[in-house]
C-alpha cells in the first residue's frame, strides 16, 4: 500500500522560505509521477507542481513558477516543494500525490497533507 506524508509546513514571513517533503513508502515509484496540490480556505485543490520519479519532467502552476522547486531524493524516498519569495495568497494545505505515469491525469495516492501560513 502506498503512503505519502507530508512535512515541513508551519507559519512564514512574506518574502521568507519553507521547505516541504513527501516521504513515500509502499512500492517502487521509479514509473510514478508525484505532485504537490494545495487548497485555501474557501477554495478548490489546484495544482501546485510535478515531477516524474525519473526526474525527467517537471511542471510548475505559473503562480509558483520561479519561486518554487520541486525536486526528489532516490535513496530517502523523499520529493521536496523548496518554496521561496513566499507570499500571503501561497497559505494554503499543502498535499503530495502520486500516481503511475499514464494517460489518466489524476492521482491515485494522496498524503494528509501539511499546513503552510505566509503571514503578511
Not at 525536486?71 to 503530495?96: G, H, W
Amino acid at each position: 500500500q502506498v503512503q505519502l506524508v507530508e512535512s515541513g509546513g508551519g507559519l512564514v514571513q512574506a518574502g521568507g522560505s519553507l521547505r516541504l517533503s513527501c516521504a513515500a513508502s509502499g512500492r517502487t515509484f521509479s514509473n510514478y509521477k508525484i505532485g504537490w496540490f494545495r487548497q485555501a480556505p474557501g477554495k478548490e485543490r489546484e495544482f501546485v507542481a510535478r515531477i516524474n520519479w525519473r526526474g525527467d519532467y517537471t511542471i510548475y502552476a505559473d503562480s509558483v513558477r520561479g519561486r518554487f522547486t520541486i525536486s526528489r531524493d532516490i535513496p530517502k524516498n523523499t520529493v521536496f516543494l523548496q518554496m521561496n519569495s513566499l507570499k500571503p495568497e501561497d497559505t494554503a494545505v499543502y498535499y503530495c500525490a502520486a500516481s503511475p505515469i499514464s494517460q489518466h491525469p489524476g492521482y491515485d495516492y494522496w498524503g494528509q497533507g501539511t499546513q503552510v501560513t505566509v503571514s503578511s
